[in-house]
């Protein structure tokens, strides 16, 4: 590994630990030449998911983007930012191990919906109300007696 000091091309490991819960290794080094020390991250490459939009254009996948739109339909309620990434986690290694490599928006907005749903049922329709592009106030208690019979049904098997 190259010194970002002196740009030597040689130095030692000092010490390795995981790191993003055990999805990267976190390396200590020492340049050679100089003795300064740095840090270096190793991880597995991701293949690149390729998202196929509604109108057939096709981005890369972006987890950042994912993230700003859960973020944006749990605001201000009671969702931790640790659950909304644990829900990401969950949707990006689900994505990751499908093994394809693309993937349709409307597959990944069902997928969000669902994990959505488990987390805050408000956020839920905030999300759906988005994504499915609701026009009008029925929609609206169409998706909100599904949520109602949905719960009716969880509690009759309990």
Do not use: H, W
């Not at 993003?20 to 991250?41: D, L, M, Q, S």
């Not at 191990?97 to 839920?124: H, P, Q, R, T």
């Amino acid at each position: 590994m190259r010194c970002p000091f002196c740009d030597y091309e040689d130095s030692k490991v000092i010490d390795s630990r995981p790191s993003e819960e055990g999805r990267a290794i976190r390396r200590r080094r020492e340049c050679e030449k100089c003795g300064k020390r740095f840090t270096t991250y190793e991880k597995v490459e991701a293949s690149i998911i390729m998202v196929i939009k509604k109108d057939g254009s096709r981005e890369a996948f972006d987890r950042n983007k994912l993230m700003n739109s859960i973020v944006k339909a749990c605001d201000k309620r009671s969702v931790s930012m640790s659950e909304i990434e644990r829900v990401v986690d969950e949707i990006e290694r689900g994505l990751n191990n499908m093994m394809e490599k693309e993937i349709s928006s409307s597959f990944i907005g069902e997928l969000v919906m669902d994990k959505i749903k488990e987390l805050d049922e408000v956020a839920y329709v905030r999300f759906a109300s988005v994504y499915r592009q609701f026009t009008d106030v029925n929609t609206f208690i169409q998706e909100i007696e599904e949520l109602v019979g949905r719960r009716k049904k969880q509690t009759k098997k309990q």
